[in-house]
C-alpha cells in the first residue's frame, strides 16, 4: 500500500474499528484481534491484510517537519525522582525568542511515537514551547513499534508513570523562555494524564484532555485549571461517563469547555490511523489552541 495512502473509518465496519479499540486499550491480544477481524475479510484481503491497514501509518505523521525553519528541536533529559527515573523528551519551541507558554504533551499508551511527535511540533509552531516526554525511557525509549510500546508501557508503575509527566511540568518550570504559564494536551492514556495532572497540579494554567478517563468526583474539587475535553460520539465508553464528570465539574464551579464530535472516533485527532477525522480533528485542535492562546498569553 502507498505509504500516503489514508483509509477513513468508512472504509471499515463500526464493530471492526470497536475491535481495533480493545486491541489498541490492550484488552484483547493481537492473535485475538486478527481472530476476530477474519468475520470481516472480503475476497482478496485476509484478515491479517485488514488489521495491518487499520495500524498507524507514520509515514503520514508530519503536519510540520522536523527540520521546519519556524522551530527548534532538541531531545532532553530530565530527572523525575517519584517516577521510573531520568526521562527523556523532545523539547520544541518556535524559532524566534521571547518569553511564552509552554506545554506538556502526554502520548497514548505506547511511548513517544512519530504522531506525538508531530503534535509538538504543531504547538512550536502555533507559538508555544512544547515538551512531549517519552514514558517508556526507564525501558529504553518507544522502540518504533507501537506493539511493542504497548506491551513496554503495560509493564510499568501507572503510578510512576504518571509522575514522570509531573516531572516534565516541573521542568518547564526552569525553562528560560517559558512565562510562568503551563498547560498540558495529552490523548487517550494521555487524556486521562491530563485529568489527572489538573487534580494534583494547582498552578496548571491549562487542560486539554482528548478522549480521557475522568477522575474521581472526589478529586474534583481540587481541580483548578480551566478544562476542555473532546470525545468523539462513537466512543460510547468514555461519552458515557461525560455526564458525570460534567456534572461534578458544574457542582464545583470548575471552568470547563467540553464537546463531542459527532461520527467520531475514540482517537479521532490521530492521523495516522483510519480512525483519524479530518473535520472533528481540526475544529478540535483550532479549539485547543485558541484555548491555549487565552490562558498560557
Not at 39 to 56: D, I, N, Q, R
Not at 85 to 100: E, I, M, S, Y
Not at 102 to 118: A, F, K, M, Q, T
Not at 252 to 265: D, I
Request: aromatic share 8%; proline share 6%.
Amino acid at each position: 500500500m502507498d505509504p500516503k495512502t489514508r483509509k477513513s473509518a468508512k472504509d471499515f465496519d463500526q464493530e471492526l474499528l470497536d475491535l481495533y479499540d480493545q486491541y489498541c486499550h490492550g484488552k484483547i491480544a493481537r492473535r485475538q484481534f486478527i481472530t476476530a477481524a477474519g468475520k470481516f475479510a472480503v475476497a482478496g484481503v485476509s484478515a491479517t491484510a485488514l488489521v495491518e491497514m487499520l495500524l498507524p501509518n507514520y509515514a503520514l505523521a508530519e503536519q510540520v517537519k522536523p527540520n521546519d525553519p519556524r522551530i527548534k528541536s532538541v531531545t532532553i533529559t530530565f530527572e523525575s525522582p517519584k517516577g521510573n527515573g531520568p526521562t527523556k523528551g523532545l523539547l520544541v519551541k518556535p524559532a524566534g525568542g521571547g518569553k511564552r507558554g509552554s506545554v506538556v504533551v502526554v502520548h497514548e499508551n505506547r511511548g513517544l511515537n512519530p504522531y506525538i511527535e508531530d503534535v509538538a511540533r504543531r504547538l512550536a509552531v502555533a507559538g508555544f514551547t512544547a515538551l512531549a516526554p517519552d514514558g517508556l525511557s526507564s525501558l529504553g525509549g518507544y522502540p518504533g513499534d507501537d506493539d511493542k510500546g504497548r506491551d513496554m508501557q503495560a509493564k510499568l508503575d501507572s503510578g510512576k508513570l504518571l509522575m514522570d509527566f509531573i516531572a516534565a511540568y516541573e521542568y518547564l518550570k526552569t525553562d528560560p523562555d517559558q512565562n510562568g504559564k503551563i498547560g498540558a494536551v495529552g490523548f487517550c492514556f494521555g487524556g486521562t494524564v491530563v485529568n489527572s495532572m489538573a487534580v494534583m497540579l494547582p498552578d496548571l494554567a491549562a487542560a486539554v484532555p482528548y478522549y480521557g478517563g475522568a477522575p474521581k468526583a472526589d478529586d474534583v474539587p481540587r481541580i483548578k485549571a480551566p478544562l476542555l475535553i473532546h470525545h468523539g460520539e462513537l466512543d460510547k465508553r468514555l461519552v458515557e461517563g461525560l455526564p458525570a464528570y460534567e456534572a461534578a465539574l458544574k457542582v464545583n464551579g470548575k471552568s470547563y469547555e467540553a464537546f463531542v464530535y459527532a461520527n467520531a472516533n475514540h482517537g479521532f485527532h490521530n492521523d495516522t490511523t483510519p480512525r483519524y477525522e479530518k473535520e472533528p480533528a481540526e475544529l478540535s485542535w483550532e479549539r485547543t489552541i485558541t484555548f491555549f492562546k487565552k490562558h498560557l498569553a
